[in-house]
């Protein structure tokens, strides 16, 4: 936890309600998520239970398998929620745009939009990248054989699961990370991952404190847990006896169909909370103006989306089980990739995050003191323009002589620097050595070489292109980590006995 995140925390329990800790949304909002609330059977491997799902507040549907253990309802209600899912998949596949690449010289195509998903918590992501598992490689034939939408599904939920993990994406969020990325409450880390409590710090109704409506929230008969886990008295008391007089009335129609109707409305009470608790964070996020930066992260994601519909449609295999060694190495590298991009992003984007990298001394802030915008520097083969700029600060600056700066203001320039001297009253003066930004000629055009008098963030931290690392093919995969990958027949269908299924089998 960083020291401004400690204080905010501070600062949130002596005043009763969570502290901004952002000035800006750092996440993509889609016009049309679709919100999925799941519950999943205690005592199951990733059984599920029930959902309630839908793209619009009123557009609740409610999902259930009276019989959690029974693997037919399973996947029954696994074709359910493709039936919903995939068409909603099907709706941003409509309209493509034309992307330059390689400079201008060529152009790709992808969707203009992409879908999103809102779960409660990490919980329901964590669901969803098992439940996908246990699906993607069903087969609509053959042993055990299920509707032919539910190895899609599975595979595109693994897509979403995967598409969580980068870092800066938005394909898939969980609410409590999505507010706690922008507030910060009096609580625990652990008891903000609790969606009724955390809102109650971000949110609290009128006359009651933060502190105030997260006790409150903590009482299951009037909050119920947002998933996929349950209360265990609402288990013991309410849902087993209810699942049981399911099984018990199998001869009975009229007598099942009544089980049917109360597990029905015993479930759509438990999801119903938190389904209006999701949808107020989304109003509460959608207050938030989006970072800059924001809208380039979306297009990562739209080309992800793009790229595997496309996979998909070409009859491309699911997702392996597990990674072969190159495909690893190179997944980590591509994560490192983009959580160091993120963080750089959200700093140049949101002056309260960039304030975290002063205290560490990767940025200062001062005034332009001096400037001099038509400098040529002339001792090498031609002149270049190199303007100086000197600027005063009272905070830290142990950047030292020769290292490059970049500013937030304006990205694209470089600033090396030349000197640092103390000077009185703590203050420090740093002078600048300024390139790219202004053009080929040896006259900077107005507005690129900061004035006297503008105050400005100078930073280590950069926002250049990385380049992608080399790797080895999969053929030529090194012995020191197993050598070459022998080719995977055709992955069977999974039964009882598999471990990656993550159902137990009846």
């Known amino acids: 936890m960083s020291t401004l995140r400690a204080l905010a925390r501070a600062q949130a329990l002596a005043a009763g309600v969570a502290q901004p800790v952002a000035t800006v949304r750092h996440l993509h909002l889609a016009e049309r998520?679709?919100?999925?609330?799941?519950?999943?059977?205690?005592?199951?491997?990733?059984?599920?239970?029930?959902?309630?799902?839908?793209?619009?507040?009123?557009?609740?549907?409610?999902?259930?398998?009276?019989?959690?253990?029974?693997?037919?309802?399973?996947?029954?209600?696994?074709?359910?929620?493709?039936?919903?899912?995939?068409?909603?998949l099907d709706g941003f596949r409509g309209v493509s745009e034309a992307v330059p690449v390689d400079r201008g010289r060529d152009v790709r195509y992808r969707y203009v939009d992409a879908p999103q998903l809102l779960v409660p918590n990490p919980a329901g992501v964590t669901f969803l990248r098992l439940f996908g598992r246990s699906t993607r490689f069903r087969r609509p034939d053959g042993d055990y054989p299920v509707h032919p939408s539910v190895p899609?599904?599975?595979?595109?939920?693994?897509?979403?699961?995967?598409?969580?993990?980068?870092?800066?994406?938005?394909?898939?969020?969980?609410?409590?990370?999505?507010?706690?990325?922008?507030?910060?409450?009096?609580?625990?880390?652990?008891?903000?991952?609790?969606?009724?409590?955390?809102?109650g710090w971000v949110d609290p109704p009128a006359g009651l404190t933060g502190a105030e409506a997260a006790a409150r929230a903590e009482d299951p008969e009037t909050c119920p847990p947002a998933g996929p886990a349950t209360d265990p008295d609402f288990d013991n008391h309410q849902l087993a006896p209810a699942i049981a007089a399911y099984a018990d009335a199998e001869d009975d129609p009229v007598a099942r169909a009544g089980a049917y109707a109360e597990l029905e409305r015993l479930l759509r009470d438990q999801l119903a909370p938190t389904w209006e608790l999701m949808w107020r964070g989304v109003g509460l996020l959608r207050g938030l103006a989006p970072g800059?930066?924001?809208?380039?992260?979306?297009?990562?994601?739209?080309?992800?989306?793009?790229?595997?519909?496309?996979?998909?449609?070409?009859?491309?295999?699911?997702?392996?089980?597990?990674?072969?060694?190159?495909?690893?190495?190179?997944?980590?590298?591509?994560?490192?990739?983009?959580?160091?991009?993120?963080?750089?992003?959200?700093?140049?984007d949101d002056p309260l995050v960039m304030a975290e990298h002063r205290l560490t001394g990767e940025a200062f802030v001062g005034e332009v003191t001096l400037a001099d915008p038509k400098r040529v520097d002339d001792t090498g083969k031609r002149p270049v323009l190199r303007p100086r700029i000197q600027l005063v600060t009272t905070e830290p600056a142990p950047m030292?002589?020769?290292?490059?700066?970049?500013?937030?203001?304006?990205?694209?320039?470089?600033?090396?620097?030349?000197?640092?001297?103390?000077?009185?009253?703590?203050?420090?003066?740093?002078?600048?050595?300024?390139?790219?930004?202004?053009?080929?000629?040896?006259?900077?055009?107005?507005?690129?070489?900061?004035?006297?008098?503008?105050?400005?963030?100078?930073?280590?931290?950069?926002?250049?292109?990385?380049?992608?690392?080399?790797?080895?093919?999969?053929?030529?995969?090194?012995?020191?980590?197993?050598?070459?990958?022998?080719?995977?027949?055709?992955?069977?269908?999974l039964d009882a006995t598999d471990p990656e299924s993550g159902l137990t089998l009846t």
């Open 292 to 348: 800059a930066r924001v809208a380039g992260r979306w297009d990562g994601d739209k080309d992800a989306f793009t790229g595997y519909a496309e996979h998909v449609d070409v009859g491309g295999a699911p997702q392996p089980r597990r990674d072969g060694a190159v495909a690893a190495a190179q997944r980590l590298h591509r994560l490192e990739r983009a959580l160091t991009s993120y963080a750089v992003q959200r700093a140049y």
């Open 400 to 493: 030292p002589v020769g290292a490059t700066l970049y500013s937030p203001a304006r990205p694209a320039q470089k600033a090396r620097v030349v000197f640092v001297t103390p000077a009185a009253d703590g203050k420090t003066e740093v002078v600048l050595e300024l390139s790219g930004g202004m053009g080929r000629g040896l006259t900077a055009p107005p507005g690129s070489v900061p004035e006297v008098g503008e105050r400005l963030c100078y930073t280590t931290l950069s926002g250049a292109f990385m380049p992608a690392g080399a790797f080895p093919t999969v053929e030529e995969t090194p012995w020191t980590h197993g050598g070459p990958p022998v080719p995977a027949s055709t992955a069977p269908d």
């Open 33 to 88: 998520p679709l919100v999925l609330v799941p519950l999943a059977l205690a005592g199951e491997a990733n059984a599920p239970l029930a959902a309630l799902v839908g793209d619009a507040p009123d557009t609740a549907r409610l999902l259930i398998v009276p019989q959690p253990r029974n693997r037919d309802q399973r996947f029954a209600f696994a074709a359910e929620l493709a039936g919903i899912m995939l068409p909603y």
């Open 152 to 199: 899609v599904l599975g595979r595109w939920l693994t897509f979403f699961a995967e598409r969580a993990e980068h870092p800066g994406s938005s394909a898939l969020l969980a609410m409590t990370d999505a507010l706690t990325l922008h507030w910060a409450t009096g609580q625990s880390v652990v008891e903000d991952l609790h969606l009724p409590a955390l809102l």
